[in-house]
């Protein structure tokens, strides 16, 4: 390759990676015209025809590219990539394995072989292969974030808890690391979760979210749905309901013909976005649950809380707000996960990163803030791990004499 070509492939490299992919095609086409069979320019445009969605394109040029240079490790991954996002995961397999036996050292290669076999349903191997990733670069965060997750997955949660802390070091402010470190070692829980773990952990599953719910069997809008429906039935009238956490909004066709206006909160934008998509809400607001029913005094009939007080340990503080933002009559619903009445806490963080709660605790807090319990049902909420997660759906009343707000001056 002469300087020139040299300085060519440098300078489409350098566009693509800031991604002004015209500038990148056109300086890999400029190559290609001087040496057709030039494996870094048709490596790279191959690349680039994949992330524009073109990937039997980008496959035949990689291709390409690996029968002029096969001893091109990053080739082999980029293939390897395009093909696992086509679902050919065995193609995929071979090409990250040709990868280690060119380059052992790389972690990218060993942690990609680590995700194929976790996508076929290999977890051993694939702990093995992420183990492999972190021991070759210690500092390889995609491996630590993935080999953790896998060790939960699996039931091993000291060594996930480990997996957690060896992120967290390299990542202290890390709102995930540092709440899973917690949640999977099972230490001191916080009184919640961090706004800034819910927000990340949200935005980051935001588009698979829905997909996700429905694979794990999720019932807690239906659960919350009946009581609603109960409520608005007595009262012969459609009601001003809050949705809050409403994520993306799997409540919002359920509540919608039963309220007059309905109104969705939650911290994750990403969330919010969905939610907005279904175009059943009057209104949609990021911000803080709790900041929020406080600044809304005696503004809804009903207040329904599907999974979301889970990411609370202290139920003071949402019920306190939710009796605030209820007018006289009004009903707050909600589902938390059960924690045996026997437990020495009134609530304990699991090794999912949510909370469970007893229930002679959730009574107690209702009837501090002036709620009157109605109806605690134990329930199935969803799958996880295989295994059903039982837990609570509690409706509780506000009394028809209360003044502006329960509890308060």
């Not at 996002?85 to 060993?110: D, F, H, K, M, N």
């Not at 803080?288 to 809304?296: G, I, V």
């Amino acid at each position: 390759m002469t300087s020139q070509d040299l300085r060519a492939i440098e300078r489409a490299i350098a566009a693509h990676r800031a991604g002004r992919l015209k500038e990148a095609e056109a300086g890999y086409r400029r190559v290609l015209r001087r040496r057709p069979r030039d494996p870094d320019a048709l490596h790279f445009l191959g690349l680039l025809s994949f992330q524009r969605g073109d990937s039997d394109r980008a496959i035949s040029m990689m291709r390409t590219s690996l029968e002029l240079a096969p001893r091109n490790p990053h080739a082999w991954i980029n293939l390897g990539n395009v093909l696992l996002a086509r679902g050919t995961v065995e193609g995929a397999q071979q090409a990250y394995e040709r990868a280690i036996e060119l380059a052992p050292e790389s972690a990218e290669a060993w942690y990609d072989l680590g995700v194929c076999h976790r996508r076929q349903g290999e977890s051993n191997k694939a702990v093995v292969c992420l183990m492999e990733a972190v021991r070759r670069r210690p500092d390889y965060l995609p491996g630590l974030q993935v080999l953790a997750r896998l060790y939960y997955q699996l039931g091993r949660f000291e060594e996930a808890a480990a997996v957690y802390a060896q992120w967290l070091e390299l990542e202290p402010e890390n709102p995930i690391a540092r709440h899973m470190a917690v949640a999977t070692k099972r230490g001191e829980a916080p009184a919640r979760a961090d706004d800034a773990y819910v927000r990340q952990m949200f935005d980051e599953f935001a588009d698979s979210f829905d997909e996700n719910l429905a694979d794990l069997g999720y019932q807690a809008p239906q659960l919350v749905a009946e009581v609603v429906e109960h409520h608005a039935s007595a009262a012969g009238r459609k009601l001003d309901l809050l949705d809050a956490g409403c994520g993306t909004g799997l409540c919002g066709p359920l509540l919608r013909p039963l309220a007059r206006h309905l109104c969705g909160i939650d911290l994750s934008a990403g969330m919010l976005a969905h939610a907005e998509e279904r175009g059943v809400y009057d209104e949609l607001h990021e911000a803080e649950l709790c900041a929020f029913m406080r600044s809304q005094p005696v503004s809804f009939d009903l207040v329904v809380s599907a999974d979301t007080l889970v990411y609370f340990g202290d139920l003071g503080d949402p019920i306190e707000a939710a009796a605030r933002c209820l007018r006289p009559a009004g009903v707050l619903v909600f589902t938390v996960e059960r924690l045996d009445d026997s437990a020495a806490v009134p609530y304990r963080i699991e090794p999912h990163g949510r909370y469970a709660h007893r229930s002679k605790y959730i009574e107690g807090l209702l009837a501090t803030h002036g709620l009157q319990l109605e109806r605690i049902d134990e329930v199935r909420l969803r799958k996880e791990r295989g295994a059903d997660v039982i837990g609570y759906r509690i409706a509780a009343s506000k009394s028809p004499e209360s003044g502006s707000a329960a509890g308060t001056d």
